[in-house]
């Protein structure tokens, strides 16, 4: 079964708009990583935050996680329609163990001009 | 720099055709490996995944297997293709299994 869960599962804004996705998961972990999907190709990986940090940014990306409860988000700032694509989130950790990265079901952001 | 190779792009097999799908990695040593299945629109599905040569591990029961026969080298197999077998297929590597992983452009499996 997959360990993480993505909410929304379809999100479509304007340009310029902030999108905002939430991952929440099962595991005892050691980090939690976002990835982007642009259709019909592989994943490329966005940002990792390690479980002893709540916030990170990095350029129009902040991630936060909250380990009490298990759940993190991605922010994209300022969207542009080239971010349009899916974004999944991430994790290895116990049980299951730390050699098994485990994908959650991911968001479809469209973000139109 | 690390490369990871996967082909074919596009595959259509017919029902009962054996598979094989290759993926390989360059400019790294010992690499985590996995195979991951993702239908359409759908999250990934984590198939099997790898921590070192000839040991496989597999995460659903299915009609497909892996093997791993040199360290930066990857198959996935199937010796009869099921309809249901169609999907998008990925290869990944990574250092370690909670560090970032590296993803081929995937092969678009049909079976017809």
């Known amino acids: 079964s997959q360990q993480g869960e993505e909410d929304p599962q379809a999100l479509s804004i304007q340009e310029g708009e902030n999108a905002t996705m939430n991952c929440s998961y099962k595991?005892?972990?050691?980090?939690l990583q976002w990835y982007r999907q642009n259709s019909g190709r592989g994943l490329v990986h966005l940002i990792l935050i390690r479980s002893n940090e709540r916030e990170k940014h990095s350029g129009r990306l902040r991630v936060t996680l909250d380990t009490s409860k298990k759940s993190s988000s991605l922010l994209i700032t300022a969207s542009r329609a080239a971010d349009t694509a899916s974004y999944f989130c991430a994790t290895a950790g116990v049980p299951g163990g730390y050699n098994k990265l485990i994908f959650g079901a991911g968001t479809r952001l469209a973000v139109h001009p | 720099s690390q490369t990871i190779h996967q082909w074919p792009a596009t595959l259509v097999q017919p029902v009962g055709s054996p598979l094989s799908l290759e993926c390989t990695v360059e400019g790294t040593s010992n690499p985590n490996l996995y195979w991951y299945r993702q239908a359409a629109g759908r999250g990934l599905q984590l198939l099997f995944y790898?921590?070192?040569?000839?040991?496989i591990s597999s995460e659903v029961p299915q009609n497909l297997s892996a093997s791993r026969p040199q360290d930066r080298q990857f198959i996935l197999s199937s010796k009869k293709l099921l309809l249901s077998d169609s999907g998008f297929y990925l290869c990944a590597w990574s250092t370690t299994g909670d560090t970032e992983a590296f993803f081929g452009q995937g092969t678009r499996l049909t079976v017809v």
């Open positions: 790898s921590v070192g040569i000839g040991q």
């Open positions: 595991t005892s972990i050691n980090n």
